[in-house]
């Protein structure tokens, strides 16, 4: 052995050569920490998403879109109709589907149930995207009027995030915070179209992003996207407008209905059944001609196309008038519940 071995075999005294193997237990303890930190990582991602978020954040995942609200809202409304249903069955007997209409109310009231929390966030939700369109023409316009003038995009856009802009103003700050931080402006304002999630505003930031990619000038797009949003929200609005005679011949349709029941109900039926009764004691002959009318099995039928009509007729409604039969819940509660209160208080 040389003087160079003896003094590398100092120097290296208590390292591990390369030919040498690591202890089991410390292969053991990092691959342990390994799993366990894959483990962790996978735990992570399933709260984040699916039945691991809904059971985390209940509220926030069954509110962010209105038709969410539906994975509760239904099982709610089965279990309430289930445990009425049960509780007539064992207090009344089975006659009672036949001799009374508590069956019928109990499902009117397991509808409501499953759909009110859903008409609830139906229209909160249209009052936001309306109120969001309706600011974003101003938003674009002014950003553009201030580049114009010579300030460059983040300072343009800072001053304009002093102004109000109804639901907006926080998305605009949140950019212009952004920006400041030297974002680019592209990737800035395709995060704000995402942020505000409304199909005007993706349709616009996608416009301008593109634009702003090809080099054009950046005034001149946002003027364009301003443009572009302002005729977009104003069609929807005369179509809105358009459409408000249809809803309104709907609604009548469905009055003139219950009304034509009514008559039906109270006079020509009545009359028939006052004449079956009386000539059910005139003999056999009698009854064999003028038959028996069964007034509550007539009554618990129109009600049942009442109530249909005026379900279907509500979505119909929000069809025609907003474009979308979800939006059209909240009429279809409106014409279920004048449709049961008719029923019920007045031909019942």
Same mark, same amino acid.
């Given at each position: 052995?040389?003087?160079?071995?003896?003094?590398?075999?100092?120097?290296?005294?208590?390292?591990?050569?390369?030919?040498?193997?690591?202890?089991?237990?410390?292969? #053991?303890?990092?691959?342990?920490?390994?799993?366990?930190?894959?483990?962790?990582?996978?735990?992570?991602?399933?709260?984040?998403?699916?039945?691991?978020?809904?059971?985390?954040?209940?509220?926030?995942?069954?509110?962010?879109?209105?038709?969410?609200?539906?994975? @509760?809202?239904?099982?709610? !409304?089965?279990?309430?109709?289930?445990?009425?249903?049960?509780?007539?069955?064992?207090?009344? &007997?089975?006659?009672?589907?036949?001799?009374?209409?508590?069956?019928?109310?109990?499902?009117?009231? @397991?509808?409501?149930?499953?759909?009110?929390?859903?008409?609830?966030?139906?229209?909160?939700?249209?009052?936001?995207?309306?109120?969001?369109?309706?600011?974003?023409?101003?938003?674009?316009?002014?950003?553009?009027?201030?580049?114009?003038?010579?300030?460059?995009?983040?300072?343009?856009?800072?001053?304009?995030?002093?102004?109000?802009?109804?639901?907006?103003?926080?998305?605009?700050?949140?950019?212009?915070?952004?920006?400041?931080?030297?974002?680019?402006?592209? #990737?800035?304002?395709?995060?704000?179209?995402?942020?505000? @999630?409304?199909?005007?505003?993706?349709?616009?930031?996608?416009?301008?992003?593109?634009?702003?990619?090809?080099?054009?000038?950046?005034?001149?797009?946002?003027?364009?996207?301003?443009?572009?949003?302002?005729?977009?929200?104003?069609?929807?609005?005369?179509?809105?407008?358009?459409?408000?005679?249809?809803?309104?011949?709907?609604?009548?349709?469905?009055?003139?209905?219950?009304?034509?029941?009514?008559?039906?109900?109270?006079?020509?039926?009545?009359?028939?059944? #006052?004449?079956?009764?009386? !000539?059910?004691?005139?003999?056999?002959?009698?009854?064999? +001609?003028?038959?028996?009318?069964?007034?509550?099995?007539?009554?618990?039928?129109?009600?049942? @196309?009442?109530?249909?009509?005026?379900?279907?007729? &509500?979505?119909?409604?929000?069809?025609?008038?907003?474009?979308? !039969?979800?939006?059209?819940?909240?009429?279809?509660?409106?014409?279920?519940?004048?449709?049961?209160?008719? +029923?019920?208080?007045?031909?019942?």
């Amino acid at each position: 052995m040389g003087f160079k071995d003896i003094m590398n075999d100092v120097l290296n005294r208590g390292q591990k050569q390369p030919g040498e193997q690591v202890p089991l237990t410390e292969v #053991e303890r990092f691959e342990r920490e390994q799993i366990e930190i894959v483990r962790r990582i996978d735990q992570e991602r399933r709260m984040r998403a699916g039945l691991g978020r809904l059971l985390k954040h209940p509220l926030q995942v069954l509110t962010e879109k209105p038709t969410n609200v539906l994975f @509760a809202s239904i099982p709610l !409304a089965f279990i309430f109709f289930i445990l009425g249903f049960s509780l007539m069955i064992v207090f009344y &007997g089975f006659d009672v589907l036949f001799t009374t209409t508590m069956v019928d109310d109990l499902f009117i009231a @397991a509808v409501l149930i499953a759909v009110i929390p859903l008409a609830i966030l139906e229209f909160r939700e249209g009052q936001r995207v309306r109120s969001l369109e309706e600011a974003l023409p101003n938003f674009f316009r002014d950003v553009a009027g201030m580049n114009d003038s010579g300030m460059t995009l983040p300072n343009a856009v800072h001053v304009v995030a002093q102004g109000q802009y109804g639901s907006l103003t926080p998305h605009i700050a949140k950019l212009d915070a952004e920006m400041s931080w030297n974002v680019p402006f592209v #990737e800035a304002i395709q995060r704000f179209g995402a942020r505000v @999630a409304t199909p005007l505003a993706v349709r616009s930031v996608d416009l301008i992003a593109k634009a702003s990619k090809a080099g054009g000038d950046a005034s001149e797009v946002l003027r364009a996207a301003a443009t572009d949003t302002y005729e977009f929200f104003n069609l929807k609005a005369e179509r809105r407008n358009n459409m408000l005679i249809y809803m309104i011949i709907i609604f009548v349709a469905f009055a003139v209905f219950l009304f034509v029941i009514a008559v039906l109900v109270g006079t020509f039926l009545t009359t028939m059944a #006052e004449a079956g009764a009386a !000539a059910a004691g005139s003999g056999a002959a009698a009854r064999q +001609f003028m038959g028996t009318v069964d007034i509550f099995f007539y009554r618990r039928l129109f009600s049942h @196309a009442g109530f249909i009509q005026g379900f279907f007729s &509500g979505l119909v409604a929000g069809q025609m008038g907003e474009g979308d !039969a979800i939006a059209g819940f909240k009429y279809s509660i409106i014409m279920l519940i004048i449709a049961w209160v008719t +029923f019920r208080f007045f031909i019942g």
